[in-house]
């Protein structure tokens, strides 16, 4: 029988199998194992895990597991907010009480309050609840996919060198031309379906604000329409935008939307950057070495 795999809450008697790419891996993880394994991610459909061990079959591996989905509409959280207390306490702290609904404001108390506080490489910032909420990990697969962590680089290239990695979610970069679209709809050729979407998830407080970026600008050939979308990324990154340096996140929410940059959070990623970046600080401070870099890193 194989070992209990308790990683994700998998009932007694369940064992993992791991595939690669091409081919099956001879190793059953048990609950002992958890530990080596720490949340990476999460979209609709999957939950990835990376590597945290020293096992050399390992090292440079994420896990993508299926997930359930429970019924109703993923990611749809019930906008509920704050009460009159809650309200007081939380009134001089930036987003907090303006959030539409508490799971957002909640988003907001670790970059807002535990962050600064601690300082950023003492706080995770978790699962998104309402990521929880919508499907649990589909305990009853026996096997997940193994792949490479593209958060780094290949295994023993740039050993020792810092690695930053950008993770773009662009969305339809095109208005659509179909002759097929009505005239009742004629408003899909002129504005973008991500732009359309957007007022759809602030009406139902699923995003605290509305996105700056605007798809066609990343996908549109101009150096500067391009760095335009690169700095709204950076302004609201959503769950469009996130930076890691060498696996571990800088910037932007693991799973879940972030929430607009502010000052705060701009430092701590400048901070982040500047152990492996040689910069300039009276620039940093006017915060333009953070869209400098960005440019820099991503085009
Ligand atoms: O339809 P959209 O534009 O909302 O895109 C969905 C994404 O939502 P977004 O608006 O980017 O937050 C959604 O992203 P999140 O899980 O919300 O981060 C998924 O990528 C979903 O793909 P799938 O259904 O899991 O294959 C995406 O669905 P598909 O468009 O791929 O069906
Ligand atoms: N191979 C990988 N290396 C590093 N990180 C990864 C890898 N695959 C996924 N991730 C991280 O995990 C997150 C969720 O993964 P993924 O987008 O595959 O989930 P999904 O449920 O299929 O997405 P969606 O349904 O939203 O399209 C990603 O946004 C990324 O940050």
């Given at each position: 029988m194989c070992p209990r795999f308790d990683?994700?809450?998998?009932?007694?008697?369940?064992?993992?199998?791991?595939?690669?790419?091409?081919?099956?891996?001879?190793?059953?993880?048990?609950?002992?194992?958890?530990?080596?394994w720490a949340y990476r991610g999460e979209g609709a459909v999957n939950l990835v895990l990376a590597y945290t061990g020293s096992s050399p079959s390992f090292v440079g591996k994420?896990?993508?597991?299926?997930?359930a989905p429970r019924n109703g509409s993923p990611g749809a959280s019930i906008p509920t907010l704050l009460s009159t207390h809650e309200q007081l306490l939380w009134r001089d702290i930036d987003g907090i009480v303006s959030s539409p609904n508490k799971e957002i404001a909640a988003q907001l108390y670790v970059p807002h309050v535990m962050s600064p506080l601690l300082g950023p490489k003492y706080v995770d910032p978790g699962r998104p609840t309402w990521r929880a909420d919508a499907g649990k990990v589909d305990t009853h697969q026996d096997s997940v996919l193994l792949l490479t962590d593209h958060s780094l680089f290949p295994h023993g290239t740039l050993k020792g060198q810092p690695c930053i990695s950008v993770e773009i979610k662009p969305k339809c970069g095109f208005l659509p031309v179909s002759r097929?679209?009505?005239?009742?709809?004629?408003?899909?050729?002129?504005?973008?379906?991500?732009?359309?979407?957007?007022?759809?998830?602030?009406?139902?407080?699923?995003?605290?604000?509305?996105s700056e970026?605007?798809?066609?600008?990343?996908?549109?050939?101009?150096?500067?329409?391009?760095?335009?979308?690169?700095?709204?990324?950076?302004?609201?990154?959503?769950?469009n935008f996130r930076v890691f340096l060498n696996g571990s996140l800088v910037f932007g929410q693991l799973?879940?939307?972030?929430?607009?940059?502010?000052?705060?959070?701009?430092?701590?990623?400048?901070?982040?950057?500047?152990?492996?970046?040689?910069?300039?600080?009276?620039l940093f401070r006017r915060g333009l070495q953070t869209r400098l870099n960005l440019k820099l890193l991503v085009l």
């Open positions: 990683l994700l809450g998998a009932s007694s008697g369940q064992c993992l199998l791991l595939f690669g790419k091409s081919f099956r891996i001879e190793v059953v993880l048990a609950q002992k194992d958890s530990a080596d994420v896990l993508r597991i299926h997930k097929f679209i009505s005239e009742r709809n004629a408003t899909k050729r002129s504005i973008t379906r991500f732009r359309m979407h957007q007022f759809l998830k602030l009406h139902q407080g699923q995003i605290p604000e509305l970026y605007n798809p066609p600008d990343l996908f549109s050939k101009s150096k500067d329409r391009i760095y335009k979308a690169m700095n709204d990324l950076f302004t609201t990154p959503q769950n799973g879940g939307i972030a929430h607009a940059t502010n000052l705060v959070i701009s430092e701590a990623f400048e901070d982040a950057l500047k152990s492996v970046c040689l910069i300039n600080s009276d």
